[in-house]
Every structure is written in C-alpha cells, then in structure tokens.
Nanobody
Framework: QVQLVESGGGSVQAGGSLRLSCAVS????????MGWFRQAPGKEREGVAA????????NYADSVKGRFTISRDNANNTHYLHMNSLKPEDSAMYYC????????????????WGQGTQVTVSS
C-alpha cells in the first residue's frame, strides 16, 4: 500500500502563489508516476500535472502550463505542486495520486489517492 498526505492549501488572492506538498509513504518503490488532480464543486476531477519518479518529461494540463510546476524530492518521498499567477478558476480541492504502471493526466492509471487539500483563489 501507498499512503499520500497533501498539505499547503489555503486562500489567496488572484495573482498569488501557493506550494502544495504530497508526502508519500509505504511501498513507494511500486509507483512510477506521481500526479496532481483537482476537483471543483459540480465538476469532474481533472489532471493538473504528472511527473515520473525516475525523471524525464512532465505533463501539464493546458490550463496551468506556464503557471504551475510539479517537482519531486525522492530522498524525502515528497512531491510538490508550485502554483503561480493563481486565478479564481484554479479554486478546487487538490489531490495527489500515485500510479503503478504509467504516467498520465487521466485518472484511470492512479491506484492511490490522498484526501485532498483545498485551494481557494479570490478575485
């Protein structure tokens, strides 16, 4: 099993920044990809960013390219989502997730999920 715990959410004004963290524990060797997803009320959960544990290219949703950066600290089993130039439409519950077989911005490869951290951006 893999456990994921998010932190770092909060309320900011438009144009501000936040850094989300995801602490990973358990059988971390079984996962090859870490992702961030978000879900606003009444909307589907959508992929925001993904990164391979071994390095290589990262994936971003078009809506966050140039503003969000995903990074990892394998030594500390933590990965991050750096969010800049936040917009009100970025407001959502943000979830980190771990996939065992391949990387994607789609939900289906991800077997493990955190409980989420709320991000609220005011105009």
């Amino acid at each position: 099993q893999v456990q994921l715990v998010e932190s770092g959410g909060g309320s900011v004004q438009a144009g501000g920044s936040l850094r989300l963290s995801c602490a990973v524990s358990g059988y971390t060797y079984s996962t090859i990809c870490m992702g961030w997803f978000r879900q606003a009320p009444g909307k589907e959960r959508e992929g925001v960013a993904a990164i391979r544990q071994s390095g290589g290219p990262t994936n971003y949703a078009d809506s966050v390219k140039g503003r969000f950066t995903i990074s990892r600290d394998n030594a500390n089993n933590t990965h991050y989502l750096h969010m800049n130039s936040l917009k009100p439409e970025d407001s959502a519950m943000y979830y980190c997730a771990a996939a065992r077989y391949f990387c994607s911005l789609r939900k289906t490869p991800y077997s493990y999920w955190g409980q989420g951290t709320q991000v609220t951006v005011s105009s």
